[in-house]
């Protein structure tokens, strides 16, 4: 009888980890997707404030990737778990690692925010489609962290499918940039910022898209990265 109560509160006490796990990481994300939001707005307005807020809140997501790591490797350590259980944890530990990256990115977005801003140059804008690229990765990270907790496979599909609009802006910046430095050589230093910028919004859709894709793991352990590429 004790011995039966003991494993009713071991498992209690399994679920209870599992469940902080998965609120820590859905907290790191929403701080992430925050700070995309914000270093997008500070790139726009040139507010060299804002995006130093980007670069303050990146240290504590930093931080929270230690923290989750450590919780990982303290359940695996006690728990040892298998099955759908193992799955999980290996996930988060490689979900956390792209999450981070995406708010290095923000924070190093924020940095093309701060660059514009030292040029002085209010009568050059941002692309257009930097915003909408913003949109696109922000909506891609908040779907692929729904998927996860849905366990929505459907869902995420539809995120690493998203990925190709993302790639496909990504690009018609950086052609319109360059024909526009072509033109007046003087914006070249502006169209520069601009251009990094598309790229680090391009590479967060690339980790939201292996946040989709762990899902797609997580739920029916396929691997379905890099299709084609098995060996013949």
């Known amino acids: 009888m004790k011995a039966a109560i ?3 509160h071991t498992h209690r006490d399994f679920e209870s980890e599992l469940r902080a796990l998965n609120e820590a990481l859905l907290s790191m994300a929403g701080r992430v997707e925050q700070m995309i939001g914000q270093s997008v707005r500070a790139l726009f307005a040139r507010d060299v404030a804002m995006a130093h807020e980007v670069r303050e809140t990146d240290r504590l997501v930093n931080h929270a990737e230690k923290e989750i790591d450590r919780m990982c490797l ?8 298998m099955g759908s259980d193992l799955r999980f944890l290996t996930r988060a530990l490689k979900m956390v690692t792209d ?6 990115l923000a924070g190093s977005l924020a940095r093309q925010a701060i660059g514009l ?5 209010p009568d050059l804008g941002v692309h257009p489609a930097i915003e909408r690229m913003a949109e696109l990765v922000r909506s891609m990270l908040a779907d692929a962290l729904d998927a996860f907790v849905e366990r929505d496979t459907a869902l995420a599909h539809q995120v690493i499918e998203r990925d190709k609009e993302v790639n496909a802006l990504h690009d018609q910046v950086c052609r319109d940039v360059f024909a526009h430095m072509q033109a007046r050589p003087e914006v070249l230093p502006v169209g520069l910022h601009v251009q990094e910028a598309a790229k680090f919004l391009e590479r967060m859709g690339d980790h939201a898209t292996n946040l989709a894709e762990q899902v797609v793991f997580l739920v ?5 990265r890099h299709p084609g590429s098995g060996a013949s």
């Open 117 to 121: 801003a030292k040029l002085d140059r």
């Open 99 to 104: 999450i981070e990256r995406v708010g290095d």
């Open 74 to 81: 303290r359940i695996l350590a006690r728990r040892q778990p």
């Open 6 to 8: 003991s494993r009713r």
């Open 220 to 224: 029916h352990a396929e691997d379905i």
